[in-house]
């Protein structure tokens, strides 16, 4: 009900990092939603990209909140054990951009292990420099819509924006009480040896 009506057609979720952002901002947090952009160079196609950070108060440390992480990792006729790590990854990124850096590397070489086993090749969009393009390119950070940007006319009900609310829930919700029934079980080294032949030791916090 507290979106942003800012333009007209899909907006890609930006709604939602609009006003994730000015909660943030409303909590003393000094946050932001970051616009990259970068050309296409070699087989790296050029693209675009739109998240949140979170500056740490007094230093330049950014925190990355990314609300739709999975996505980014899917593939094509993915073999079971790459659906078992790309499940394991949490919903919304919130963390540094060396973790970040670390999950990138790790799902590339999973993502590659598994199209091999279909002989297929692993698509531009989902090598190690597209998906580090996406957090690592120059960007721009902006604190607010501004006046100018913001819809009066609340023709357009951004239905997308709903749905993409309602799936980021329920898959929060997955992901809460996944964790809530694995706990009690889950002991130091049983979480990595899932990992066990997908270099471990870099996923962790």
């Known amino acids: 009900m507290d979106l942003y ?6 907006c890609n ?3 939602i990092r609009w006003s994730l952002v ?14 990259s952009k970068w050309q296409g160079s070699g087989k790296v196609p050029g693209g675009d990209h739109e998240y ?39 919903v919304v990124y919130v963390g540094s951009l060396a973790r970040l850096k670390q999950f990138l590397q790790i799902m590339v070489e999973a993502a590659r292990s598994s199209l091999k086993q279909n002989s297929m ?3 531009p969009w ?3 420099s597209y998906l580090q393009a996406k957090w690592l390119s120059s960007y721009e950070r902006k604190l607010n ?31 809460i009480e996944s964790e809530r029934l694995l706990k009690p079980i889950m002991n130091e080294g049983k979480w990595r040896a899932k990992f066990e032949g997908w270099r ?6």
């Not at 000015?22 to 616009?35: E, K």
């Not at 330049?60 to 499940?87: C, M, Q």
């Not at 471990?200 to 916090?205: A, E, N, V």
């Open 200 to 205: 471990p030791s870099p996923l962790r916090s």
């Open 22 to 35: 000015r909660l943030l901002r409303s909590s003393g947090y000094d946050a932001a939603v970051c616009m």
């Open 13 to 15: 979720a930006s709604c």
């Open 145 to 175: 819509l501004g006046e100018g940007s913001r819809r009066t006319n609340h023709s357009y009900n951004h239905k997308q924006c709903v749905g993409d609310l309602r799936m980021l829930k329920s898959s929060l919700q997955t992901e």
């Open 126 to 128: 989902r090598s190690l």
């Open 121 to 123: 090749p692993v698509p």
């Open 52 to 90: 949140i950070d979170v500056v740490v108060d007094g230093t330049s440390e950014r925190f990355i909140i990314d609300i739709d992480f999975r996505s980014h990792f899917e593939i094509a006729r993915a073999v079971e054990s790459y659906d078992a790590i790309l499940n394991s990854l949490p």
């Open 5 to 10: 009506f800012f333009k007209d057609g899909s």
